[in-house]
């Protein structure tokens, strides 16, 4: 059975630091799906990735498929990047998610 | 419009009532699911459905039943409702395995 952990679970920065949320994986996977879920409940795909890395805007994620680990940073965070971030082998595995807060 | 909606968005009822939760999309996708969120767990799937004549159950069905009335439309029913199925309800949807999923917003259900 395949299941992901994240940490850290709860993750509280100052606007302007750079944010590191990791995933690991525990079988051979396709593809891992980033996902944000904003305070108000509405989840929305960031990224899906198979190998190596991905950038839009200020977000990038990368994977390490030997080593079945994944990570998402945010460069120059912000208080809008303040949500619940969510690790995923979508359809069946997700990660209970990190809740980043970012104060001004 | 979004692109994936579920109706009602909230909805309180009392134990041992039936409910139905709805989800329309319009992205063309065949592949459709249900998911629940509870504090401090991921989501866990409920059913999934990879066209209209295919029904699927997920890792927690018991309790639920879902019906695909077209393409379009997945409806997850609640027969007789039971407090720990309060929850957040989710609707998603896919073009594939693996593929990028489209959330609707959720359903807050709280049964009494």
């Known amino acids: 059975k395949n299941e992901v952990e994240q940490s850290p679970q709860n993750l509280t920065a100052q606007e302007g630091e750079f944010i590191t949320i990791n995933c690991s994986y525990s079988v051979g996977i396709s593809a891992l799906h980033w996902l944000q879920q904003h305070p108000g409940g509405g989840i929305v795909s960031l990224f899906m990735l198979s190998s190596g890395k991905k950038k839009h805007g200020r977000l990038i994620a990368t994977i390490n498929i030997q080593e079945k680990h994944s990570s998402l940073h945010i460069t120059a965070s912000h208080p809008r990047d303040s949500a619940v971030y969510i690790c995923?082998?979508?359809?069946?595995?997700f990660g209970k998610g990190t809740k980043l807060t970012v104060n001004p | 419009d979004a692109d994936v909606t579920q109706t009602p968005r909230n909805r309180i009822t009392k134990t041992g009532k039936r409910i139905m939760l709805e989800c329309s999309q319009t992205k063309g996708h065949d592949r459709m699911y249900w998911y629940r969120q509870d504090p401090g767990l991921g989501l866990r799937l409920i059913y999934y459905?990879?066209?209209?004549?295919?029904?699927n159950k997920g890792e927690i069905s018991d309790g639920y039943s879902v019906s695909r009335q077209a393409q379009a439309k997945f409806s997850l029913s609640l027969e007789s409702a039971i407090p720990n199925q309060t929850a957040l309800y989710f609707c998603a949807t896919s073009d594939g395995t693996g593929e990028t999923q489209y959330f609707g917003p959720g359903t807050r259900l709280l049964v009494l």
């Open positions: 995923a082998v979508p359809p069946t595995v």
């Open positions: 459905s990879f066209d209209v004549k295919d029904i």
